[in-house]
């Protein structure tokens, strides 16, 4: 259940992603969940809005679920690490130099979406390997103290941060 973060310590800077995820039920549940509701509200994309930006200087549709494909791809290398009781201090990364050089605009819509669906997958059967002991563990990336289970909550809220600009600024 998602009272079980309360015990963990994790960097204030997360709080935003972790408060922004509702209450399914597990870690496994949540990721589930807001796989679910981004894959309905993606069912309403058409390849040529893809391109599309709400402004200049904003990231276009393809590039924006580019970014939550990679960000859950590093917060998942983060999650194994630690689990595996690897005490490195990660680096950060910079999102803006990784959209800037992703190519999301070259390829298709529906190929992004099963890139993200299949990143997805593989991020649940991740956590669904985790036991207790595991999602308990911490580290540090980017100089901020995460646990695994703190990592799970903030991708399904970091994913549910996007979706809900996707669908505010982007839909309307």
């Known amino acids: 259940m998602k009272t079980d973060i309360n015990s963990h310590n994790f960097a204030e800077y997360f709080n935003h992603y972790i408060s922004l995820v509702k209450d399914f039920g597990s870690v496994n549940d949540v990721l589930v969940q807001s796989r679910k509701r981004t894959n309905q509200l993606l069912d309403l994309v058409t390849e040529e809005n893809g391109s ?47 959209v800037g050089y992703s190519g999301a605009n070259e390829r298709k819509l529906s190929e992004i979406i099963t890139e ?20 308990n563990r911490s580290g540090t990336a980017n100089n901020n103290k995460l646990t695994v289970l703190s990592i799970g909550y903030i991708m399904a809220g970091h994913e549910t941060h996007h979706i809900n600009i996707l669908e505010e600024r982007y839909m309307n």
Do not use: Q
């Open 116 to 135: 993200l669906n299949l990143v997805r997958s593989a991020t649940e059967a991740l956590f669904n390997s985790f036991n207790d002991e595991m999602l």
């Open 52 to 98: 599309y930006a709400y402004a200049d200087g904003k990231w276009t549709i393809k590039e924006l679920l580019v970014h939550i494909i990679d960000t859950e791809r590093i917060f998942c290398n983060r999650a194994v690490r630690f689990a595996r009781n690897d005490k490195t201090d990660l680096p950060g990364y910079d999102h803006d130099d990784y």
